[in-house]
C-alpha cells in the first residue's frame, strides 16, 4: 500500500472551479495518480464574487462562505479519492490554497486573505490538512504571493534553458528560471483571463470566451490598449503581486468610459491584448529570448497563445504539457508539493520573488483526529 500521496487544493481568481489533484513525490518529478474539478455553484460563485469587493455585512458573509468553501473543497477531495479509488488513509496530507477573497499586500499592515476552513476540509475528509500558505510570508514582509515559482523552480528548471513558466489564471504569473539555481525571479504581470471573462459574461452570458473566439472576431483599439497599459502597476518593480481588488471589472468599465464607440467584440479584442501586451513586455525585460511555457486556464485560449507567439517570435511558446504536466494541474500540484513541504519542514516560498525577509517553512496543519 502507498502511503506518499498528497491532495492539492486550488481555486484561483478567475474561480472557474475547484482542481483536486492527487499526487506521489517518490520519484525525481512529481506524478499526477488522478484529477477531479468541482464546479461552483452559481449562487456560491456569486457570492464569492461579491465579497471580494468592499461591501456590507462583510463579517457574517465571511463566515457563511469559509464553511461553504470548506465544504465545497472536501466534496471535491471526496470525489476525488472515490475516482482513484484511494482510501483516506492512504494520503499523507492535504494541501489548501483556500479561495482568495481579498489580497492586498501593499497596504501600510498588508495582508492577504483565502477562506475555506481547514478545519472543516479535515473533519469532512478524515485527512489532515495543511492551509493558509500566503500569511507566513506576508508576516516576513513579503507579498504571500506568487507562491507557485518555488514549485516551478523545483520541477521545471533546467540547466542552461532560459525559461519562463507563465500561468494564465484569473490573473497571470511569471517565474523566469534563467538556468541556474540563482536568480529566479516571479510576479504576477497583471490581468490573466480575468477581464475578458468578466466583459463576455456581461455581454453575452457566457462563462468565458472559447477559445478566444470571440476576441479574434474584433479589432483591437491601439489608443484603448495603450490607455489600458498606462496603469501604474505595470511599472513597478517586482517583488509585486495583484488580484481582483485591482483589475475587476469595475476597474475596466471606468476605464472604457471614454471608449463607449467600440463595438464588443473590438473591447474584448483589446482586453485579451492587454493580458498578452502586458505578459510580453514583461517576458522581453526577462530575456530577448527562451522558453516560455504557459499553464492555466489561458494555455487553452487558442487566440492567446497565437498573440503571444507574434509578439514573442524569438521564443518557443507552448504549454507546460512539453515538460510533463497538464496546464490544468500545475497550480494543484504545486500545493500539494507545499503540503509536503511542511511536513518535511521544508521552505516554500523563494524570498527574491514575494519580498519576505527570509526562506520559511509556509502554512499551518489542521488535524483530522
Not at 130 to 150: E, M, T, W, Y
Request: glycine fraction near 10%; aromatic fraction near 8%; charge should be negative.
Amino acid at each position: 500500500m502507498n502511503n506518499s500521496y498528497y491532495v492539492g487544493l486550488m481555486s484561483g481568481t478567475s474561480m472557474d472551479g475547484i482542481d483536486a489533484v492527487l499526487v506521489n513525490f517518490e520519484g525525481d518529478k512529481p506524478s499526477l495518480i488522478a484529477s477531479h474539478t468541482e464546479a461552483l455553484p452559481k449562487a456560491l460563485l456569486s457570492s464569492l464574487q461579491k465579497l471580494c469587493l468592499p461591501g456590507n455585512d462583510e463579517i457574517n458573509r465571511l463566515g457563511h462562505l469559509d464553511r461553504a468553501m470548506g465544504k465545497l473543497f472536501a466534496k471535491a477531495v471526496n470525489a476525488l479519492l472515490e475516482k482513484a479509488r484511494i482510501d483516506k488513509s492512504q494520503v499523507i496530507a492535504i494541501g489548501s490554497h483556500g479561495q482568495t477573497v481579498r489580497h492586498m499586500p501593499n497596504l501600510e499592515m498588508g495582508f492577504t486573505l483565502q477562506i475555506g476552513d481547514p478545519n472543516t476540509i479535515a473533519i469532512e475528509t478524515g485527512i489532515d490538512v495543511v492551509a493558509d500558505f500566503r500569511r507566513k510570508d506576508v508576516a516576513l514582509g513579503g507579498q504571500g504571493a506568487p507562491l507557485v515559482p518555488a514549485f516551478h523552480q523545483h520541477v521545471f528548471a533546467s540547466p542552461n534553458h532560459k525559461r519562463i513558466i507563465l500561468n494564465i489564471g484569473g490573473i497571470a504569473n511569471v517565474t523566469y528560471l534563467p538556468g541556474n539555481t540563482q536568480d529566479v525571479t516571479g510576479f504576477d504581470t497583471g490581468p490573466g483571463n480575468g477581464l475578458s471573462d468578466a466583459w463576455i459574461q456581461h455581454q453575452l452570458g457566457q462563462p468565458f470566451d472559447k477559445d478566444g473566439a470571440w476576441a479574434k472576431s474584433g479589432t483591437t483599439d491601439q489608443k484603448m490598449l495603450q490607455h489600458l497599459l498606462s496603469h501604474p502597476y505595470f511599472a513597478l518593480a517586482a517583488p509585486k503581486s495583484t488580484g481582483r481588488e485591482l483589475f475587476n471589472q469595475a476597474w475596466a468599465e471606468q476605464q472604457l468610459s471614454e471608449f463607449s464607440h467600440l463595438s464588443e467584440a473590438d473591447i474584448q479584442s483589446t482586453l485579451l491584448d492587454l493580458t498578452c501586451y502586458s505578459i510580453a513586455n514583461d517576458a522581453l525585460n526577462l530575456s530577448e529570448n527562451g522558453e516560455l511555457y504557459v499553464c492555466g486556464g489561458g494555455a487553452y485560449n487558442c487566440e492567446l497563445m497565437h498573440r503571444l507567439r507574434k509578439l514573442l517570435p524569438n521564443y518557443k511558446v507552448v504549454t507546460t504539457s512539453e515538460l510533463g504536466i497538464d496546464p490544468q494541474w500545475v497550480e494543484g500540484i504545486a500545493f500539494a508539493w507545499l503540503a509536503m513541504r511542511y511536513h518535511q519542514g521544508l521552505p516554500g516560498n523563494l524570498p527574491a520573488v514575494t519580498g519576505a525577509s527570509r526562506e520559511a517553512v509556509l502554512g499551518a496543519f489542521f488535524p483530522a483526529a
